[in-house]
């Protein structure tokens, strides 16, 4: 069974296909993408666990996934533990999706991560020993929402509201800012053995917001960066307890090497599980996540050594879209893997606050880094004068 018929969860239902699976895929949305796919197609609400059980039963699941969807892991865990699924269990999705119980977890261990605190009120910062500049975000949320850098108890206050409005318990982070480039990882765990399948380099927006504008795969890093990479992910892997399913860890690399930021208990979202990783090692992360979930995991294929790479649109803000026509013809381009426009006629620009902002997107795979960057550099200003502004 399928969490989600989105169109981010469109490959991971085709390859569980293409692995010889029947699929049960579950959405609230009728109208999901995934429903074309799916051997089966079920409407159901995002938290009712009486009738995802229920159709679980119905059609004798073996087995429960979900790709880069968060919501629905904690319903996944229980379901997990009542039918006996191969899945984290209920404690270790909590660490994973609270950002302060994952921190404990962290320092409890010994794995090196950004110190911090939380609070439920703002007033609670005077009495705390902040030190600047530092990073405030929603201890459950996740697309960079509510997350911005901050250099003083002002701009805490300018912020905190909005950032609180994205935790739904209310309760927020404050934590140490982190010199250093970022990085993210995709890994998956098979009875409690973690094969790094990825490493992905970040390129965000200017600060104060941290929202991803690029994802490139491999990462430009030294043998040594990349061992120092892949040690700390598994040792914050298994400080989660996280077992028997993918995940996606956010770091950066300091001058003292590399420090976690977060990890969730899934594949990374922005197409980077459903396209870059296959196209830059030819390993489909998605079907070896179907395999764990039925326990017919083998080992990780030999990967290939490619270069991808995901860049999006950066239009200028509070601008009326006044035309867009003939953009797809950009799909002529042989280097081009996929692209989108993800905003309409007589529409304005906004400015990039978080992932759900941004206008549009191009993926392309090259030969090596510099061939897949000069190539979407490229094919990113070709879609951009597609976009008439005024």
Known sequence: MIFGGGDNQRTLIIGAKELGYRTVVIDPNEKAIGKKYADIFELVE??????????????????????????????????????????????????????????????????????????ADIKEIYDKNILFPAILKPVDAFSSRGVYKVNCNE????????????SSTGNVIIEEFIEGPEFSVESVTNNEQTYIIQITQKEITPFPNTVEMAHIQPAELTQNEWIDIETIVKNAISALGINNCASHAELKLTANGPKMIEIGARLGGDYITSHLVPLSTDVNIEKLTVQIAMNDFTSVPAKSNHASIIRYLNL?????????AGWQKIFENKNLIHADINIKENEYTKSITDSAKRAGFVIVKGTNRTDAIGRADELIKKLESYIKLE
Do not use: W
Request: charged share 30%; net charge positive; proline share 4%.
């Open 46 to 119: 995002a938290k009712d666990y009486e009738k995802t059980k229920e159709i679980a039963e119905k059609y004798q699941v073996k087995g429960i996934v979900t790709c880069q969807m968060e919501n629905p892991l904690l319903m996944m865990a229980k379901l997990a533990e009542e039918k006996n699924y191969r899945f984290p269990s209920i404690e270790s999705i909590g660490n994973a999706r609270d950002k302060y119980l994952m921190k404990q977890a962290f320092l409890k261990s010994g794995v090196p991560c950004a110190k911090g605190f939380l609070i």
């Open 155 to 166: 701009d805490i206050e300018a912020h905190f509201t909005e950032t609180q409005y994205y």
């Open 316 to 324: 200028k803000p509070n601008k009326l879209v006044k035309k867009i």
